[in-house]
């Protein structure tokens, strides 16, 4: 059975009891709507930059100054597409680089072998990435697809 601790989910990845949960420690003057709008504010502004700060989670983690590797899918229109793996030089710029502009909600989560699980929703469905340790036998693997499909 796999286990997987959450790092990191933006506003709207929450259930409804834990946003409810985080909006209870908002002054009481407040509205519901003007709670929820703070909540959401600093979830997915403060916690995405706390992440990489030097107290946060992937500062921490055993891939925070290693090499790694992106592997995955993307969840497209007409469906899945597996990507080719691609070697990036840290855990920050592979979270960065499976994030770009399009992307409207994320969860993080680390799994037992301290891999990062990262699914990133869009319009059209969610693209799952696992970022990993760059080994030997990694490489070989990247060699091989950059032999047989010339990337």
């Not at 933006?10 to 009481?28: F, G, P, R, S, V």
């Not at 680089?97 to 699914?119: A, P, R």
């Amino acid at each position: 059975m796999k286990k997987y601790k959450p790092i990191y989910k933006t506003w709207n990845m929450y259930t409804l009891d834990e946003q409810k949960d985080i909006m209870a420690d908002y002054d009481d003057d407040l509205t519901e709507e003007e709670k929820y709008e703070l909540a959401a504010e600093d979830i997915n502004v403060y916690g995405w930059q706390d992440l990489f700060g030097k107290d946060g989670n992937v500062a921490f983690s055993n891939l925070a100054d290693q090499e790694v590797v992106i592997t995955g899918s993307l969840g497209l229109w007409d469906g899945r597409r597996k990507i080719y793996p691609v070697k990036v030089a840290n855990i920050i710029e592979a979270v960065n680089k499976c994030c770009n502009q399009d992307i409207e909600e994320v969860d993080i989560y680390e799994d037992q072998y301290g891999n990062f699980i990262l699914n990133a929703y869009h319009h059209d469905g969610c693209n799952e990435f696992i970022i990993k340790k760059y080994t030997k036998k990694g490489n070989r693997c990247l060699h091989f697809t950059k032999e047989v499909f010339g990337i």
